[in-house]
């Protein structure tokens, strides 16, 4: 049988969402009680798509092949063998040749920043900026990103893909209290590319830059013009979604 999980995690003690030698991550612990409830012949799940160090995840996905069990008791067995840092909230059974990744039509991301006093019980979850921001100029700067663009210049730097057009359907630049919240809606997402972003973002917002610019950087298709890349932190996997 093929399921689909639907979880979440605190990013903030892994190294990552993806399986690496000697660290902890996410992929690892799950496929760690998968393959034990499998009489310890391996799992591998395979996920919408991965979180750098130190992201968040309010609904992440993942398929696995498993033999045959009822669905809320296998959420049952996982949520007790887990680490308090990942929660199962759903699992469902899909066709056979269902894919977390390749079948996902669109994805959300969020990043929270806090524009008050420095909050130390928050440090792990809102990045600390501590400083205003123009919020109608980071949404004007904000338009730029939304339609079909090549995002070379907001990917990881010096990574090579087959093709680094994406498309931004909505974002929405919100202040709630002294946190400033972005969301981004997509068909995928480049890696560091939220987070490259939301750099420029903060750097309209705090005058070092006009909206207008973002469009000149999108044009260069050259990492080096887009500036710093966003604490992980602030980050969160929202919502990925596979019906329209």
């Known amino acids: 049988m093929r399921y689909l999980m639907h979880f979440s995690y605190d990013?903030?003690?892994?190294?990552?969402?993806?399986?690496?030698?000697?660290?902890?991550?996410?992929?690892?612990?799950?496929?760690?009680?998968?393959?034990?409830?499998?009489?310890?012949?391996?799992?591998?799940?395979?996920?919408?798509?991965r979180t750098d160090a130190k992201v968040h995840a309010l609904?992440?996905?993942?398929?696995?092949?498993?033999?045959?069990?009822?669905?809320?008791?296998?959420?049952?067995?996982?949520?007790?063998?887990?680490?308090?840092?990942?929660?199962?909230?759903?699992?469902?059974?899909?066709?056979?040749?269902f894919h977390a990744r390749y079948?996902?039509?669109?994805?959300?991301y969020v990043y929270k920043i806090n524009c008050g006093e420095y909050n130390?019980?928050?440090?792990?979850?809102?990045?600390?900026?501590?400083?205003?921001?123009d919020i109608e100029k980071m949404r004007e700067a904000s338009s730029y990103f939304v339609g079909e663009h090549d995002f070379t210049s907001f990917a990881k730097g010096n990574h090579k893909y087959e093709s680094a057009v994406r498309e931004i359907y909505t974002i929405k630049v919100d202040k709630i209290g002294d946190d400033v919240e972005i969301t981004?809606?997509?068909n995928g997402f480049l890696q560091y590319m939220v987070r490259n972003m939301v750099g420029v973002?903060?750097?309209?917002?705090?005058?070092k830059r006009e909206?207008?610019?973002?469009?000149?950087?999108?044009?260069?298709?050259?990492?080096?013009c887009a500036g710093l890349t966003?604490?992980?932190?602030?980050?969160?996997?929202?919502e990925v979604i596979y019906e329209e």
């Open 230 to 238: 966003a604490e992980p932190v602030g980050l969160y996997l929202k």
């Open 103 to 108: 079948h996902a039509k669109k994805k959300t």
């Open 184 to 186: 981004f809606c997509g």
């Open 211 to 224: 909206p207008k610019e973002v469009e000149e950087v999108l044009n260069r298709k050259d990492r080096r």
């Open 59 to 97: 609904h992440q996905t993942a398929h696995f092949d498993f033999e045959q069990w009822d669905v809320e008791n296998l959420r049952y067995k996982l949520n007790q063998l887990l680490p308090k840092d990942i929660y199962v909230k759903k699992i469902e059974e899909v066709s056979r040749d």
């Open 11 to 49: 990013g903030s003690c892994f190294f990552g969402y993806q399986a690496q030698r000697n660290k902890r991550t996410v992929e690892e612990e799950i496929e760690k009680v998968l393959t034990k409830l499998n009489h310890e012949k391996f799992i591998q799940i395979y996920a919408s798509g």
């Open 120 to 133: 130390p019980l928050k440090r792990n979850y809102v990045y600390q900026y501590n400083r205003p921001l």
């Open 201 to 207: 973002l903060i750097e309209v917002g705090s005058l």
